[in-house]
């Protein structure tokens, strides 16, 4: 965090100094009870309803507290804590907020989006922190309250900010929006989740969208031109530069002569009347729409084409992510354990479609969470596609999963079907099945410790 004076602090947020010393700096800030108290010289948030622990604040001072409660609560601070009254907490919050992401003049990319956008984020950062210091969100750990450490992450040094934006709820886009207020947004494509949250598919598109408003004045928009959700956002509400990639759809980055290589994707990149030769470590043709949005992003920000592709080159595909490894019986295991929706599915199987070409395809599917009132019906529309596929085994895991298995038989699967309420006796029946001829995708929900730690039995040789 950029070191910030507390005078200057009470000044900025209008408050009242009403016990302590105000002539040091914070280093850290926090939302008291929502974020651990960690470092000394820390600014701390604290709403009215909060109880304090005054020991425990000032064993880790000299401590900052901003709160909204009444002056007789607020003056038992002790020797070591520091502490402004404010009218609102509220409002303090926002106002530090703002204050504090308008000290930096820097790129800032927002992305959201289904599936790719962890992947996506990484490349940016793979490619950008070649030639910058970066600030960015830790793996896929996006949720709203992770927003403030992130956006405090950036100081001085900082010469570009890079946040993946988690949705579970409707206002949960918007919200970190205006925390980190990005110049340039991406959403990678839409599909179905999060429907607990969000109703429906609409309203899931309509959480989704909250990302054109979310995107600073004069800022840019970066978008899948062949996902057909992503098409039913009113696009025309936005007013900055909005810049489209696709594959099959005329767009302004777009890939061409796409090709399954060694470790990955190869195809030509068509931009600017231009063409460029382009390899992405990973398979599928959803690696070259992250790769395609990953350049995109990096040129925007002022990076060259150059710079970005060579980035590419050397991108690490990430653990659990249509992972490659020799298992079991020298088979090849696809460990694609790291989330679970019906979009990463349909990803996974076109991967299948040419990797699974000559061998024993085994399919182990899990459940899919948070689709609400829906699950039955996206679970049966995957046996659907599972039943026109040349699977030799599928394996489904848990009681949503098993409306994957009946689907495929209801439609004439060829493949032989087994259903499992958890992984319990599924290694019991591949072990003879597994030699160096067949392909494993195994396919769950991060939640499930069971079936993460059943890829990496199937992993070992």
Known sequence: MQQINVKDLRKVL???LLCGSEQWSVKQAIYYNRHDLTQSHTLMFVSRGDTINWQEIDRKGPALVISDKSSAELKNALANTTVIQVKSIGQAYWTFIDYYRNLFQIPVVALTGTCGKTTTKEMIKHIASREWNVQASVSSKNEPRQS?????????????????????NTGNIKHQCMIYQPTIGIITNIGVHHLDGCGNLEGYIKAKAEILEGISEGGTLIINADDENTKKIPLHTFKGKIITVGVHEQADYKATTIQFKKNGMKFVLQVSGAKYNVFVPGYGEHQVYNALSAIAAAKEMGLSFNTAIAGLR??????????????????????????????????ALKVLDTIGKGKKVILILGDIKRLGRFEEKYHREIGSLVAKRDIHTLITIGNRAEHIAKQAIKEGSKAEIHIF????????????????????LIKGPMSSRSMIEFANQLKEK
């Open 14 to 16: 209008q408050g009242d």
């Open 148 to 168: 403030l450490p992130y956006l405090t992450g950036i100081d001085k040094s900082t010469e570009a900010a890079i946040f993946e934006l988690g949705l579970g």
């Open 421 to 440: 309420k958890d992984v319990a006796g599924v290694l019991d029946l591949l072990k003879s099945q597994l030699d160096s001829e067949t392909i494993v």
């Open 314 to 347: 050397t991108f690490k595909p990430m653990a659990r992510h249509l992972e490659f490894s020799t298992g079991m019986g020298e088979s090849t295991i696809v460990d694609d354990t790291w989330t679970n929706n019906p979009t990463s599915v349909e990803a």
